[in-house]
């Protein structure tokens, strides 16, 4: 059954809740010392894991590198507009402006936490390939 799998390996069933859904359970670890906390029973379903935390920032890495470009675009647009026409900047243009600009900045700062996720995943995809291979 599934939660002896997780009794074996020193889980605790800490609650049980039913839904139309299903119904959840919420484990947690047994304390001890000497065993490391994983709920990973081998190497083959920890990199099944990796590569699927490495696929789905990759797709959000694409999106969100897209969407960012097509800030920085809009807003060189706006401001080549401008100073072409030699115009002041407008209360609505300056606050486009002022909002794609912040946008975009959160934006690349996502990107950069996605990036780091991916790539630790990625070294971790790296050892885990080698460890299966050397048995």
Not at 39 to 64: C, G, V
Not at 78 to 106: D, P, Q, Y
Request: charged content about 25%.
């Amino acid at each position: 059954m599934f939660l002896e799998r997780f009794k074996d390996k020193e889980w605790e069933l800490a609650a049980k809740f039913r839904s139309f859904g299903g119904t959840w359970y919420f484990l947690r670890k047994v304390k001890n010392d000497n065993q490391p906390e994983s709920i990973f029973i081998d190497d083959n379903s920890k990199l099944d894991y990796y590569k699927r935390i490495r696929q789905s920032t990759k797709a959000f890495l694409l999106f969100e590198l897209c969407f960012s470009s097509l800030l920085f675009v809009t807003n060189v647009i706006n401001i080549i507009n401008v100073a072409s026409h030699n115009k002041a900047f407008t209360g609505l243009l300056f606050a486009v402006i002022t909002l794609s600009s912040i946008g975009l900045i959160v934006l690349l700062g996502v990107c950069f936490m996605v990036w780091s996720r991916y790539f630790k995943a990625t070294i971790l995809v790296k050892k885990l390939e080698e460890n299966i291979s050397k048995k």
